[in-house]
């Protein structure tokens, strides 16, 4: 079984700042990775799919690298609307689709 | 618009039953596999179970295997998930979510989502 583990839990930062975000796979994934985005009281949204491929509507400030077992999102300048809890998950197994624990995004 | 709608959650004694329904709109739900995923209060992503576009094909998670049914019915749109012999630990947000392959990668990921139905199971 692949798990996932993310960094850091809790990311709190101000607006206009930059967020790195980390997620690493117990064993390799290729580029079957995905990020997810989700606000309190809201379904989960696509934000980047195949490590690297922002979804449609996606803002340019989200952008996704890495593969094998090292993946990164950025959000490049923090948003209000971006303060938010993300998940990583992968489907290098497909149709099974493990996420990770999440990274909540919060206002220092 | 693409929409996906859940219902059927609700509070239930635990080794109840109770049968969650996914309303699909906007697209050809025919075309399309589905998938359940939940969310425990507070806790985050699980994925449950995945089901091909003919129904044919079905992969649980370990933790629910033998004792959820996920089915579809294309005439109807409809998406559904059996829930027997419930515990507490099943208590959740059930949320459906479309598999929608990404034609330049020919990857499958999860998008759109349902607003999610809640499902307690406690004595």
């Given at each position: 079984?692949?798990?996932?583990?993310?960094?850091?839990?809790?990311?709190?930062?101000?607006?206009?700042?930059?967020?790195?975000?980390?997620?690493?796979?117990?064993?390799?994934?290729?580029?079957?990775?995905?990020w997810?985005?989700?606000?309190?009281?809201q379904?989960?949204?696509?934000?980047?799919?195949?490590?690297?491929?922002?979804?449609?509507?996606?803002?340019?400030?989200?952008?996704?690298?890495?593969?094998?077992?090292?993946?990164t999102?950025?959000?490049?300048?923090?948003?209000?609307?971006?303060?938010?809890?993300?998940?990583?998950?992968?489907?290098?197994?497909?149709?099974?689709?493990?996420?990770?624990?999440?990274?909540?995004?919060?206002?220092? | 618009?693409?929409?996906?709608?859940?219902?059927?959650?609700?509070?239930?004694?635990?080794?109840?039953?109770?049968?969650?329904?996914c309303?699909?709109?906007?697209?050809?739900?025919?075309?399309?596999e589905?998938?359940?995923?939940?969310?425990?209060?507070?806790?985050?992503?699980?994925?449950?179970?995945?089901?091909?576009?003919?129904?044919?094909?079905?992969?649980?998670?370990?933790?629910?295997?033998?004792?959820?049914?996920i089915?579809?019915?294309?005439?109807?749109?409809?998406?559904?998930?059996?829930m027997?012999?419930?515990?507490?630990?099943?208590?959740?947000?059930?949320?459906?979510?479309?598999?929608?392959?990404?034609?330049v990668?020919?990857?499958?990921?999860?998008?759109?989502?349902?607003?999610?139905?809640?499902?307690?199971?406690?004595?």
């Amino acid at each position: 079984e692949i798990v996932l583990t993310q960094s850091p839990a809790t990311l709190s930062l101000s607006p206009g700042e930059r967020a790195t975000l980390s997620c690493r796979a117990s064993q390799s994934v290729s580029s079957y990775l995905a990020w997810y985005q989700q606000k309190p009281g809201q379904a989960p949204r696509l934000l980047i799919y195949d490590a690297s491929n922002r979804a449609t509507g996606i803002p340019a400030r989200f952008s996704g690298s890495g593969s094998g077992t090292d993946f990164t999102l950025t959000i490049s300048s923090l948003e209000p609307e971006d303060f938010a809890v993300y998940y990583c998950q992968q489907r290098s197994n497909w149709p099974l689709g493990t996420f990770g624990p999440g990274t909540k995004v919060d206002i220092k | 618009e693409v929409q996906l709608v859940e219902s059927g959650g609700g509070f239930v004694q635990p080794g109840g039953s109770l049968r969650l329904s996914c309303a699909a709109s906007g697209f050809t739900f025919s075309s399309y596999e589905m998938n359940w995923v939940r969310q425990a209060p507070g806790k985050g992503l699980e994925w449950v179970s995945y089901i091909s576009t003919s129904g044919s094909v079905i992969y649980y998670a370990d933790s629910v295997k033998g004792r959820f049914t996920i089915s579809r019915d294309n005439a109807k749109n409809s998406l559904y998930l059996q829930m027997n012999s419930l515990r507490p630990e099943d208590t959740a947000v059930y949320f459906c979510a479309r598999d929608t392959k990404f034609a330049v990668a020919g990857t499958y990921w999860f998008d759109p989502w349902g607003q999610g139905t809640l499902v307690t199971v406690s004595s």
